[in-house]
């Protein structure tokens, strides 16, 4: 029954579909009008052809300043919360900014030996005094020493403020030229976790090729993030930040080394080296006390 009804219900079908196309005649001048149509319609765009070109390149470009632009804005607001952080640990700042208060220092370069002295043999005429500007000219690998309360961090500080501010107004004074186009990344090494670094940050020795390659990469998402996080950012700040680390276009300022243990210190240490290695072109400043480092 069930068969008969199917077959019945194709045969239907078909008597339909076959009285419909008896009843369908070609109509010339219909085909002649659509065909018409579509020969000025393809006239038509081929002779706009410049003005569809550029009108799609007007979208283009306008997607692209719109994709700038929120890149940018994510970048804008990592330099708004760095200056914020660095006036936060100025701890006068409730009573003027770090910007007002701030004289730049002198610092004393160790004389160039080349081989290794202890403390009671060291030339001290040899050792040079220069503004805190000249040290860094010229020396992307840098550890401020002092003891507690010399300023430290806040220099760190300062450096951080004067970078993220300079990139905003997009000029300097002479003496900050060297700061320009420098994405500033303070990390508080205490804040970081250092009881397994081995897998995260580069400090342990590679198995193959492949681990060597993989773990810089692994390091410096690590100090980026450390970066981000130290200045209270999201993780959209993390590809801008990462970008300039990448082109050499940052200055790392790392801090709070003399609060690590003796075990942490040597695995932030190897990452520092790891990291510097991976990632060359950028200026690095460490602070410390006298001993320890």
Not at 238 to 253: D, F, H, N, Q, T
């Amino acid at each position: 029954m069930v068969l008969d009804a199917v077959i019945a219900t194709a045969g239907s079908l078909l008597a339909h579909t076959v009285q419909a196309l008896q009843r369908w005649q070609f109509d010339t001048a219909s085909a002649a009008i659509g065909a018409l149509a579509a020969i000025l319609l393809c006239a038509g765009l081929f002779a706009s052809r410049r003005i569809l070109r550029s009108a799609w390149q007007r979208i283009q470009r306008t997607t692209e300043r719109l994709s700038h632009y929120l890149q940018a804005s994510v970048e804008e607001n990592y330099r708004d919360l760095v200056i914020e952080r660095s006036r936060s640990l100025f701890v006068p700042g409730h009573y003027a900014g770090l910007d007002a208060l701030f004289v730049e220092p002198w610092v004393t370069l160790p004389p160039d030996y080349s081989e290794p002295v202890v403390e009671f043999d060291r030339d001290l005429s040899a050792e040079r005094t220069v503004r805190l500007h000249q040290a860094l000219r010229g020396h992307p690998l840098l550890l401020l020493v002092g003891p507690p309360g010399s300023g430290r961090t806040t220099i760190l500080a300062f450096l951080a403020m004067t970078n993220a501010q300079l990139s905003k107004r997009g000029h300097a004074p002479p003496s900050e030229a060297m700061y320009m186009d420098r994405l500033p990344l303070y990390v508080w090494l205490p804040a970081m976790d250092w009881g397994n670094c081995g897998s995260t940050s580069g400090v342990a020795e590679p198995s193959s090729a492949d681990g060597a390659s993989r773990l810089p990469q692994a390091g410096l998402d690590r100090l980026v993030a450390a970066a981000v996080q130290a200045v209270g950012g999201n993780n959209a700040m993390l590809k801008p930040c990462r970008r300039y680390l990448e082109a050499g276009k940052s200055i790392v300022l790392i801090d709070g080394w003399d609060e690590l243990i003796v075990e942490q210190r040597q695995s932030a240490s190897i990452w520092l080296r790891t990291l510097i290695d991976a990632a060359s072109g950028n200026v690095w400043l460490t602070t410390s006390t006298p001993r320890g480092y």
